[in-house]
Nanobody
């Protein structure tokens, strides 16, 4: 029943910025932990940033100081602000919502981010 829809990906030059958005539908958004993951060609999916239902954030070391995750529980949307982008940030980015108790989680369809050198 739950769905996540990402938007905001695209092509940007190194040093530029993008903001990804992920809109949630069909579940109680505010009680879920949220995350942004990415997967580059030939590589494993990795967690980029996460924000808990209480607002605590954490980031992969590779993006600390450059990316910011935030959530809007009124609009049922999670954002990923990406600054100082590097070519190695190129990947498909996926949003995720997880409720640990019942082990329920939802995934978005992914949005492509390409950073040119």
């Amino acid at each position: 029943q739950g769905q996540l829809v990402e938007s905001g990906g695209g092509l940007v030059q190194a040093g530029g910025s993008l903001r990804l958005s992920c809109a949630a539908f069909g579940f109680i958004f505010r009680i879920y932990d949220l995350g942004w993951y990415r997967q580059a060609p030939g590589k494993q999916r990795e967690l980029v940033a996460a924000v808990t239902s209480s607002g605590t954030t954490n980031y992969a070391d590779s993006v600390k100081g450059r990316f910011t995750i935030s959530r809007d529980n009124v609009k049922n949307t999670v954002f990923l602000q990406m600054n100082s982008l590097k070519p190695e940030d190129t990947a498909v980015y996926y949003c995720n919502a997880k409720y640990p108790g019942p082990n329920v989680d939802y995934w978005g369809q992914g949005t492509q981010v390409t950073v040119s050198s």
